[in-house]
């Protein structure tokens, strides 16, 4: 089990961030493309909300004894096999963790377009994913 104030405050995090974006939902893709700020903003949230659960994988397998993941993708997995997440949603949520890689290592080449509907379909699963590790 993932330490309570570990988990109290990544998933504090995650909502936080998730709850930003919400506020963006009919931002544009030119709209993203002619504000900086703004793209800065709609990017910067998600980076920092997949990276939070990221972090609360890589716990959760560790404090259940799944193992020390390799990396974000595996740590969905893991979660997945031992019954704590779908394999569904661990699939998703190693896609997101590609998105903060993206966001991370090539910021200035992210499709505005693209980021956009990945967010637009892909919030509620992290924000599934926290209240299943509540569980």
């Known amino acids: 089990m993932v330490g ?11 909502l936080h961030h998730c709850a930003r974006l919400n506020l963006r939902v009919d931002v544009t893709a030119d709209e993203l ?4 700020d703004l793209y800065n903003t709609v990017l910067m949230d998600p980076q920092r909300a997949i990276q939070a659960c990221i972090d ?4 959760a397998c560790v404090d259940d004894g799944l193992g020390a993941p390799v990396g974000p993708a595996e740590a969905f997995a893991l979660l ?14 190693a ?11 090539r910021y200035s080449e992210i499709d ?14 992290l924000r599934t994913f926290v209240q299943a590790l509540h569980h």
């Open 4 to 14: 309570p104030d570990l988990l109290r405050r990544k998933t504090a995090q995650v």
């Open 33 to 36: 493309d002619a504000n900086e």
């Open 56 to 59: 609360l994988a890589a716990h």
């Open 80 to 93: 997945a096999r031992a019954g704590r997440i779908a394999p569904e949603l661990s699939a998703r949520l």
């Open 95 to 105: 896609g997101a963790a590609g998105l903060r890689n993206l966001i991370v290592h």
């Open 112 to 125: 505005s377009h693209k980021v956009l509907a990945i967010l637009g379909n892909n919030l509620d699963d």
